[in-house]
């Protein structure tokens, strides 16, 4: 099967291609080259056209990719047809803030329930959702049938609530504990930490002095 | 110059490597396996072999690497011993959620001034820092020597706000918003869109089930 082939770092990067190829589409753009979508999202064309050839030998010199094939295609290799409901534990801030995405998500993805372990939370409204007890996760998750769970909760809870997920059934967790957590191997993790995202970004803040100044450097060969 | 060779993706890995690398040297690990660091960090071990070989052949047969002086390394390729100051604009739920995290910004990166465009929200305490009207916000990067900017607005503001953040002299933004900014190459732009996280997540749900088959199958060879 093709799709086993394609590596984690073309699958973190497929939904930010989607994200882009939508942009486009709403603007009534029918093609796109790999100069553009690499200069737009900040990476190299010939990887861009190293991704996509995974998905077939469809982009043409001088024109580049057709922008609706591409969608349904990757659509499709990240099963946005399917219907996931994702459940949320933690209904501090940032479950608050994600809550809000739920908009975002669309016709696939959906938070339907969150929970959290403190009584002043219980029952109060995020959206249109009534946060519930923990006592309940097991038996929502099954009923229905929640296949992601994110936490939000704070850092010395979080091994606690993924290991609850685990055992209710979920098949993936995002977590945004900053915390590395234990799970089964089957269990896929995505820990998103913006600690790590302003780390890299601080890398950057030197290099883009050193690498002007080689632009410059080079300009005067 | 080395560090001119690393890619975007070995950059934003080296952050994770570091967490997890703090973790075993407060639990006073000496040394780490790039099989351990691998099945603890859900990447393929031959990869962080060659994302650490970047700062020299110190990992050593059979013993592995050396903590104290992997997280040295790391720390030097990061800049962490920089002070970098950092200004968030947005004072809802997440711009909340991530002012909560400079605890964990340690020693190097802090979020000196928040800043948000509604009068309702100006003046009001996210942790130890009052919300700052945006007229402040040229003048209090510039005096407080910012350069790096976090965007939590909702999707409608976050261009204008990037505009205002660049045109005031940050060097690198990190954006929450789920649109793509616009900006001139120079800035370092990273967008943190936790639908593109759960998107992902979602390619994995069959595909570890396909896996977990195919790895009965090739047991029974």
Same mark, same amino acid.
């Given at each position: 099967?093709?799709?086993?082939?394609?590596?984690?770092?073309?699958?973190?990067?497929?939904?930010?291609?989607?994200r882009y190829?939508n %942009?486009? =589409?709403? /603007? %009534?753009?029918?093609?796109? @080259?790999?100069?553009?979508?690499?200069?737009?999202?900040?990476?190299? &064309?010939?990887?861009?056209?190293?991704?996509?050839?995974?998905?077939?030998?469809?982009?043409?010199?001088?024109?580049?990719?057709?922008?609706?094939?591409?969608? %349904?295609?990757?659509?499709?290799i990240?099963?946005?047809?399917?219907?996931?409901?994702?459940?949320?534990v933690?209904?501090?801030n940032?479950? =608050?803030?994600?809550?809000?995405?739920?908009? $975002?998500?669309?016709?696939?993805?959906k938070?339907?329930?969150? $929970? +959290?372990?403190?009584? *002043?939370?219980?029952?109060? /409204?995020?959206n249109n959702?009534?946060?519930?007890?923990?006592?309940?996760?097991s +038996?929502?998750?099954?009923?229905? @049938?929640?296949? !992601?769970?994110?936490?939000?909760? &704070?850092?010395? %809870?979080?091994?606690?609530?993924?290991?609850?997920?685990v055992?209710?059934g979920?098949?993936?967790?995002?977590? $945004?504990? &900053?915390? !590395?957590?234990? *799970? &089964? @191997?089957?269990?896929?993790? =995505?820990? *998103?930490? $913006?600690?790590? +995202?302003?780390?890299?970004?601080?890398?950057?803040l030197?290099?883009?002095?050193?690498e002007?100044?080689?632009?410059?450097?080079?300009?005067g060969?």
């Amino acid at each position: 099967m093709k799709s086993d082939k394609i590596s984690e770092a073309v699958v973190r990067r497929l939904p930010v291609y989607l994200r882009y190829l939508n %942009e486009l =589409h709403k /603007r %009534e753009v029918a093609t796109v @080259s790999s100069q553009e979508l690499g200069q737009r999202l900040d990476l190299n &064309p010939a990887q861009i056209r190293k991704d996509l050839a995974y998905f077939g030998d469809f982009g043409r010199k001088g024109i580049g990719y057709d922008v609706i094939y591409l969608i %349904e295609k990757i659509r499709q290799i990240l099963k946005l047809d399917q219907q996931i409901n994702v459940v949320l534990v933690g209904a501090g801030n940032l479950g =608050h803030a994600l809550s809000n995405y739920n908009a $975002f998500l669309k016709d696939n993805m959906k938070i339907v329930a969150v $929970f +959290d372990a403190h009584t *002043a939370k219980v029952g109060t /409204r995020i959206n249109n959702l009534t946060v519930l007890p923990m006592e309940e996760l097991s +038996d929502t998750i099954q009923k229905l @049938s929640i296949r !992601i769970g994110i936490i939000t909760v &704070p850092d010395i %809870e979080a091994q606690n609530v993924a290991d609850m997920l685990v055992a209710a059934g979920i098949e993936a967790i995002l977590n $945004f504990a &900053p915390v !590395i957590l234990k *799970a &089964p @191997s089957h269990i896929r993790i =995505h820990t *998103a930490d $913006f600690t790590t +995202d302003l780390q890299s970004l601080a890398y950057y803040l030197d290099n883009g002095k050193e690498e002007m100044n080689n632009d410059t450097a080079e300009a005067g060969h």
